[in-house]
């Protein structure tokens, strides 16, 4: 029995570390600027294509840190071209913006690449086949939780340790007294956006690993998966955003196993809408009131 | 007096919708040398759109409601239309992948062969009313939880049960229904629609988009979407004033989704098939755009957005996507110049933005110096096209750059961006069309009191 | 006796470690017009959250007309709250206290309490929502204006009339209710002549200065046809003439269209003024009730506004 369910769950564990890579970046964003940011599923795509032709033209040791460095420096465009100039908008219109964004970075995509599946390079030594207990997998299943372990740690050290991470902190509790508090809130939020998409560029290069190929709108599920388990550990919460999601990732990854492909998109989203109606605020979300 | 007055109305709108329908049937009947195949399409795929545009128009500009379920309800719709009239005799070749599948009727086959023409469209128009209902009912049940989420997170929800939807209508086991993951087709189409030899493959969109969306405007304007506006203005407020949140949502949510679910149906009928995989999320956002061109809280920018929409992304901009060589070199120059000349006037638009906010490029910060980089980076830009186009004209190559398959849908975007960050009222803001004359004319009074 | 209104018992709101309304009992008799004074924070608006339904109180019990609307039931979290006093009597599935009473005085307390509330010492809980209070004929303003600014002063007068409709949806959308619309629309009218705001009756709400905008939100109270009317704070940011004309135009309304009125306010020569009755409310409980010239004397309301030296 576990011997079956094992690769799954391995699977699982495996695409769910990625999911909280991603879902670090959507859960960081909306604490600070109360925005789904609807383009991060899409920047997770263009850091694959980014590295789809780096690996190409150069060796991995220079193209892995070119599609970071690469990937991080749109994420700050995007913010500072369609966010930045909605700071005091309407919520409604930045998210309409975003959207905006993600039709887009995927549109570009689509135009750049002719739309034609790119196969993703072979990452050496992650790439290789192991043996664990039995059933053979890539080794990027084994090293991804580890991984999204050490990145969250340091995260975290980040945001409690350092100034900025308390400016980030501040800004989060209450947008508008931290700007008061002379905080540069346009720096926290470049900040933000920079912490999200690195994280979201290694999470590219473990996801595609396992999928081998990039195309345009390859981004959109993951990205909005992702989402789900940042509201699923409570909106703002980075533990929170982890632990949905490995735990959308291994329920997903069973439910394939269960032989049920067509109802694991929509698990996770009734999984969302079950968390929502339950418990509004997610795991480890905190209870907001409106004064009257 | 105002008896009087309403009735004239009335009789204004109900001239101007008749000679709507008989300009399209002019349309539809001359040949096809004078009128554009691809106009007919543009006005089709419009009329649709504009339905769902004004049925999410409803939710998210009337009740203030941030729902992104839209593509869920128009698969429901589309489904339902489409499993009630494939053909009795084409159901074995549409299902064939399940022996047996198919309802074993079809609504419109039935009437259209009792009673003809008059049949056919009582019909369509029964299972577009039956397909509203499907999509109104799991809109009830989907409200029960959802609509108790604020904001964004009604938002997601939404979305993630749209995405249900699409999958448990793919599910194999329901395939003797939905025919499972793939294609539905052979049913009644717009073009099933004649008199005689009169076409009206494209007045029949027309008249069911026309007649859905003046019962979304009569519901507006009643005192039921008066107080979907307070829900919409001041949630806290209107609950005080004694409006039921709860049915009041609700109620919104529920009408928007039957005529998500009309239109739904009716883009089956303008494909002539119909496959789940095509309501992704992303077809919600374009909706979604839709309605934010044409100015969230107008059902007349609404209307008027989805034609734009529609026009630019199947027809004006059609030329981009395609790979072009000049014919000989006037048409260069006449390319160049037309180029040259929009980058001046967005140059100059521009600049007289800033001009007029008063904002200056070189300022001086405290005892410094400073310089307002975005505009100079705009500036630098302009002149960089400005001289690459020189360049172009000068060079002896005849092919347009960056035309290729897909720039179309990259323009389309930008412009879309544009809109969004800078014209965020849309065309219309929160008027209608004929608001704008009533303005005018109070604005006049106004002047006139003055003096 | 006259005719009791409004019966405010034991009412009790805790916001985590804060009580912010502490035991407040209080009457409104029909006719009256009754200020709740205190000092900032004293928990004035978190009163009339409970009254009109907006929170749900962690106990106590508040009567319209004879009527209980409110009957507090502690459920999940608010079990652990502090209650007050007399919790026995508003939570489910309790009886009254054991001591003190003979068994005939509790069986008689009992049903005088079964007649007051059929549903009391069951399990139903009573904890309507803000609209269902005012659908029984209590209508509210807010401290911090809030009208419905897209919409002009005429229509944000008419959205208050939606609740006293007979039409359903169908009728509305094909317009067989225009006789009630048009009766909607006169009722309207008399209303903005009655709050003196008829020349604007098509300007944006939001556009007029900040006393007219007071007086829209009362009109618009007004137009759901309350029996009692709570004004919390109507003179805030009003020079002394416009808060001379607001207390003209309250007695007014009370004495042309019989309503009750509640108010809270800070302006004192509003209060003595126009009340009837007045409460001062401080952290959270009720320190004086009275007539104005009792409250203007008594020594609790002025330590309580001037504070009291520690050492004294």
């Known amino acids: 029995m576990l011997e079956q369910i094992l690769p799954y769950l391995l699977a699982g564990v495996s695409v769910g570390g990625q999911y909280a890579l991603i879902a670090i970046g959507y859960t960081m964003v909306y604490g600070i600027l109360r925005l789904i940011n609807f383009a991060h599923g899409d920047i997770f795509t263009v850091s694959g294509f980014v590295m789809v032709y780096a690996a190409a033209t150069m060796p991995l040791t220079l193209s892995i840190p070119l599609t970071i460095v690469l990937t991080v420096a749109l994420a700050v465009l995007v913010e500072k071209v369609a966010y930045r100039p909605l700071r005091t908008a309407p919520r409604m219109s930045v998210m309409i913006s975003a959207i905006g964004m993600s039709y887009l970075l995927q549109n570009s995509m689509w135009y750049l690449t002719g739309g034609l599946p790119k196969q993703y390079p072979v990452l050496p030594w992650i790439s290789d086949s192991v043996n664990v207990a039995g059933s053979s997998t890539s080794r990027v299943t084994v090293v991804t939780p580890f991984l999204v372990v050490v990145l969250v740690a340091g995260l975290v050290l980040l945001i409690k340790r350092t100034k900025i991470g308390m400016a980030m902190r501040a800004a989060s509790r209450d947008f508008e007294t931290a700007q008061l508090m002379g905080i540069k809130i346009n720096n926290v939020i470049s900040f933000t956006f920079v912490v999200g998409s690195f994280l979201a560029a290694v999470g590219s290069m473990l996801y595609f690993s396992n999928y081998a190929t990039v195309t345009p709108t390859i981004g959109a599920m993951p990205g909005l998966k992702a989402f789900v388990a940042a509201v699923f550990g409570g909106i703002g919460s980075i533990p929170g955003a982890v632990i949905g999601g490995f735990i959308i990732g291994i329920c997903e990854s069973l439910i394939k196993g269960a032989g049920l492909t067509t109802f694991s998109d929509a698990f996770t989203f009734a999984l969302l809408i079950v968390i929502l109606a339950v418990k509004p605020t997610g795991l480890f979300g905190e209870n907001l009131t409106e004064k009257v | 007096m105002i008896k009087k007055k309403d009735y004239k109305k009335t009789w204004i709108a109900l001239l101007i919708a008749a000679a709507i329908l008989i300009l399209v049937v002019v349309l539809d009947n001359l040949p096809s040398k004078v009128v554009p195949s691809m106009l007919l399409t543009v006005l089709q795929k419009g009329a649709i759109y504009a339905l769902v545009a004004v049925s999410m128009n409803l939710l998210n500009g009337f009740t203030g409601l941030f729902s992104l379920g839209q593509a869920g309800f128009m698969l429901l719709g589309a489904y339902t239309y489409a499993v009630l009239t494939v053909p009795v005799a084409r159901q074995a070749s549409v299902y064939q992948r399940y022996p047996g599948g198919g309802l074993g009727f079809s609504v419109t086959e039935s009437l259209g062969n009792s009673m003809g023409q008059l ?6 128009v029964l299972c577009l009313i039956l397909a509203g209902c499907v999509a109104g009912l799991f809109a009830w049940f989907i409200g029960l939880p959802v609509l108790k989420l604020k904001s964004d997170y009604l938002a997601i929800a939404t979305l993630g049960f749209a995405e249900i939807i699409r999958s448990v209508v793919q599910y194999e086991g329901l395939g003797p229904v939905t025919n499972g993951s793939n294609l539905l087709y052979g049913f009644t189409g717009f073009s099933d629609f004649h008199m005689g030899e009169l076409k009206l493959t494209t007045m029949m969109p027309f008249l069911f988009a026309g007649a859905s969306i003046l019962i979304v405007v009569l519901l507006i304007n009643s005192t039921y979407g008066r107080a979907f506006k307070a829900i919409r ?63 969230i809280g107008s059902v007349t920018g609404s209307v008027l957005g989805s034609f734009l929409f529609v026009g630019c992304s199947e027809w004006w901009l059609r030329f981009l996507d395609n790979e072009t060589i000049l014919k000989n070199f006037s048409a260069k120059v006449q390319f160049c110049a037309l180029l040259a000349a929009l980058i001046a006037v967005v140059v100059g638009f521009g600049l007289l933005r800033l001009k007029r906010s008063g904002r200056k490029i070189i300022f001086r910060s405290g005892k410094r110096i400073a310089v307002d980089w975005g505009p100079v980076l705009a500036l630098a830009l302009a002149a960089l096209a400005l001289g690459w186009d020189v360049w172009f004209l000068l060079s002896s190559n005849l092919k347009l750059p960056l035309l290729r398959s897909g720039f179309r849908m990259v323009v389309f975007s930008v412009v879309i961006m544009i809109v969004v960050l800078f014209f965020r009222k849309g065309i219309m803001g929160d008027q209608e069309l004929w608001d704008l004359r009533r303005k005018r004319r109070s604005a006049k009074a106004k002047a006139g009191a003055g003096k | 006796m006259r005719e009791n209104v409004l019966r405010v018992e034991n009412a009790t709101m805790q916001f985590g470690g804060v009580v912010a309304v502490d035991n407040l009992n209080l009457e409104i008799n029909k006719g009256e017009i009754v200020s709740l004074i205190g000092p900032n924070g004293a928990g004035k608006t978190t009163a009339f959250n409970v009254i009109t339904g907006v929170y749900a109180p962690s106990n106590g019990r508040v009567e319209f007309c004879g009527e209980t609307i409110v009957r507090n039931h502690p459920q999940g979290k608010m079990k652990k709250l502090y209650k007050g006093q007399n919790p026995e009597l508003y939570t489910t599935g309790l009886r009254l206290p054991d001591t003190g009473i003979t068994p005939e005085e509790r069986t008689l307390l009992e049903a005088d309490e079964r007649e007051r509330d059929p549903a009391a010492f069951t399990d139903k809980v009573l904890c309507p929502t803000p609209d269902r209070i005012t659908n029984l004929g209590m209508a509210r303003t807010f401290q911090n204006i809030r009208l419905w600014k897209s919409q002009t002063v005429f229509d944000n007068i008419l959205i208050a009339k939606h609740l006293r409709r007979t039409s359903n949806l169908f009728s509305a959308t094909f317009r067989m209710n225009r006789r009630e619309e048009e009766a909607q629309r006169a009722d309207v009218e008399r209303l903005l002549d009655i709050v003196g705001l008829g020349g604007l009756r098509d300007e944006l709400a939001t556009s007029l200065p900040y ?77 004086a009730k009275g007539t104005p010239a009792d409250i203007q004397n008594d020594q609790r309301v002025i330590d309580a506004y001037l504070g009291v030296a520690e050492d004294a």
């Open chain 2, 233 to 295: 203005d001041d949630e806290v407020a209107a609950e005080a004033m004694g409006i039921n949140l709860a049915r009041h949502k609700r109620m919104s949510f529920v009408i928007s989704s039957f005529f998500a679910g009309i239109s739904g149906a009716m883009l089956a009928m303008f494909q002539a098939s119909v496959q789940a995989t095509a309501f992704k999320a992303a077809m919600t956002y374009e909706i979604l755009l839709i309605v934010v061109i044409g100015g």
């Open chain 2, 119 to 124: 049949g056919l469209f009582l019909g369509v």
């Open chain 3, 211 to 287: 006393g007219k905008q007071r007086r829209l939100e009362i009109a618009r109270a007004l137009a759901t046809e309350p029996k009692l009317l709570l004004l919390d704070e109507p003179a805030a940011g009003m020079n002394p003439q416009e808060t001379n004309d607001l207390t003209e135009f309250i007695a007014r309304i009370r004495s042309e269209l019989g309503l009750t009125v509640f108010l809270i306010e800070h302006h004192m020569d509003l209060v003595m003024d126009i009340s009837d009755r007045i409460y001062v409310l401080d952290f959270g409980g009720l320190i």
